[in-house]
């Protein structure tokens, strides 16, 4: 159950992410909560296509846990295994880089970085 409870949680958190990367695709002006504050308003265009790109990575990362949960994609099991395991790394790395950013306001996605790290230890470890 804590497996389970973990990917739904590692989910919806992820999706929001998505759906905020979506938004800065999309060409609302919150760069600043973004990439260090280094692109301030509307993200230039090779940055909307790079927020399209961490959409793409967001969602493989969150296929590989709810394998890893075996709550979807059972032919996926033996791969998640591993790559659970990069699926770790990046929320940490992702937890350090939201904990240390320049900009403040970037530092509200510390607390779901976290938790997306916490939550996917929790399922590695299962």
């Given at each position: 159950m804590l497996v389970t409870?973990?990917?739904?949680?590692?989910?919806?958190?992820?999706?929001?992410?998505?759906?905020?990367?979506?938004?800065?695709?999309?060409?609302?002006?919150w760069g600043a909560a973004s990439m260090g504050g280094k692109f301030p308003g509307k993200y230039p265009p090779k940055m909307r296509l790079a927020a399209i790109l961490n959409i793409l990575v967001l969602t493989f990362l969150t296929l590989i846990i709810l394998s890893r949960a075996e709550i979807i994609l059972p032919e996926m099991v033996s791969f998640s295994r591993i790559a659970i395991w990069v699926?770790?790394?990046?929320?940490?790395?992702?937890?350090?880089?939201?904990?240390?950013?320049?900009?403040?306001?970037?530092r509200i996605w510390a607390p779901v970085a976290l938790l997306q790290f916490i939550t996917s230890i929790i399922i590695a470890l299962s």
């Open positions: 409870v973990s990917a739904q949680l590692f989910t919806g958190l992820t999706l929001a992410v998505i759906l905020f990367q979506a938004c800065l695709a999309a060409g609302l002006p699926v770790v790394v990046f929320n940490l790395a992702g937890t350090i880089m939201n904990t240390i950013t320049p900009s403040k306001i970037e």
